[in-house]
């Protein structure tokens, strides 16, 4: 989705003026000597040390809830991938490749994951792809019920009601109160939605609207409590990569994520988890060749692969998908967890100091990594995304659960509220924080500052 400037200039126009902002730098990047030596326990300047394992320098990603940059590693590996692959297209290089390289990957993934096996992991495009595979493969009856959090990422929520003008079903959604603050509430709230015909619960493990955290094993364990053999979907788009995650602990039947967020990985790749006992129940929605080149002409898979038969696909990227997979382990996936977590209290924080409120729950048991602030008004949010796009900040902003980067996106009848978004991940510092509150501060309390950022976008 592009930022037009047309859209900007069409809600904010009138405005004068007069300055520009200067661009946001961050330190310089250098090449990474040995983890081992770099992410020592207590160094208190290891997070600088993990902002030199990527490129970018004049910029603050504050996005990480859409797309992260790749590490450094992933992107060599990649490339080197590809230039292997190209060298010599022939099937048996190939073949090589993926039973070499993207087999030892999909180890590494199951292995941080603790997903057991890897007969239950496949590799897919992105979370979007992943959660339809599920929504489409399920054999649902016209009776038979699903339940779905109402922050769930469209292709989680919007895609299922797709999903019934093909085969008729009954979806009940399901609000909560982002200020509960208890486990029980949101356990309960989920129950209560439970009857003998529920076949489905799906929920996103972090909400990319506001930074919502479900406490995921509890809630799976209530459910199949209720019914063992009710289908539990995990929508793990912003936990991977973000939060320590337990498979097996955990207890979903099926869990989805993209390797293009939170893990830093490349783009175009994603996971899709389906419990053993499930795979057969579930129907491939894509009918290609799978990773070796083989078509199921008699008979589906009765593991994952199953789910892999997209037909030609980027083999290097699965494959530094793995590197990706090493570096969070190897800085430590609960030390990233727990650095997400401080950045998300800085920034609620300092939202505060300026006045801005947040609908991000404080408690850092229920909100994680997603930071969302309430501008006031449509003008003032769309100024604010502006103004951090000039500073070389990249932003979000929401309206009626869903994500946009350009105001035309949004149909007129639409009411509000617009929120802005920003989203801190291990290569931000306190710094990138602070810069983004002062402008959104800045753009809130005047109107001409709004118009002086329509001027230098310009």
Not at 365 to 392: E, K
């Amino acid at each position: 989705m592009d930022i037009k400037r047309r859209d900007f200039l069409k809600i904010i126009a009138g405005l004068g003026a007069t300055s520009l902002v200067p661009v946001l730098t961050t330190g310089s990047c250098g090449d990474p000597k040995s983890l081992e030596e770099k992410f020592t326990a207590g160094d208190k300047n290891v997070w600088s040390k993990v902002r030199s394992l990527f490129t970018f320098t004049h910029q603050a990603p504050l996005n990480a809830a859409n797309l992260c940059p790749a590490f450094d590693r992933v992107i060599a590996k990649q490339e080197q991938y590809a230039r292997r692959l190209s060298s010599d297209v022939g099937f048996p290089n190939r073949r090589d490749f993926v039973l070499e390289e993207v087999e030892n990957a999909r180890k590494k993934v199951c292995e941080m994951l603790n997903a057991g096996s890897s007969k239950q992991l496949a590799f897919v495009r992105n979370t979007s792809e992943a959660n339809t595979t599920i929504i489409q493969g399920l054999q649902l009856k016209p009776d038979d019920e699903v339940v779905l959090w109402d922050e769930n990422h469209p292709t989680n929520y919007h895609s299922w009601h797709y999903q019934r003008q093909v085969r008729p079903f009954i979806i009940k959604s399901l609000g909560l109160d982002l200020n509960a603050g208890s486990t029980g509430y949101y356990v309960d709230s989920f129950i209560k939605l439970l009857t003998p015909k529920t076949r489905v619960v799906s929920f996103s493990h972090i909400s990319n609207i506001s930074g919502h955290r479900l406490p995921a094993e509890k809630i799976c364990a209530a459910v199949k409590k209720f019914n063992p053999d009710i289908f539990v979907l995990v929508d793990g788009a912003q936990a991977w990569g973000s939060v320590y995650i337990d498979l097996k602990a955990m207890g979903c039947d099926g869990y989805t994520s993209s390797g293009h967020k939170w893990l830093c990985g490349p783009r175009g790749t994603g996971i899709l988890y389906v419990r053993e006992k499930w795979i057969p129940r579930v129907m491939p929605n894509t009918l290609g060749y799978n990773f070796t080149f083989d078509y199921p002409e008699e008979n589906f898979a009765k593991d994952a692969t199953r789910f892999e038969c997209l037909g030609q696909r980027d083999d290097a990227a699965y494959g530094a998908l793995g590197i990706s997979a090493d570096l969070h382990r190897e800085i430590g996936i609960r030390k990233i967890e727990k650095r997400i977590s401080e950045l998300t209290a800085y920034g609620l924080n300092a939202f505060d100091r300026a006045g801005i409120p947040t609908i991000t729950p404080k408690d850092q048991n229920f909100g994680h990594g997603v930071l969302t602030a309430d501008m006031g008004s449509t003008v003032r949010t769309y100024g604010a995304f502006l103004a951090l796009h000039n500073a070389g900040i990249s932003s979000a902003f929401i309206h009626n659960n869903r994500v946009h980067c350009t105001p035309e996106s949004i149909r007129k009848i639409d009411k509000l509220p617009v929120y802005l978004r920003i989203c801190p991940h291990i290569y931000n510092s306190t710094g990138d924080i602070d810069q983004a509150v002062s402008i959104a501060k800045r753009i809130k309390t005047s109107a001409l500052e709004i118009g002086k950022e329509v001027v230098r976008f310009i």
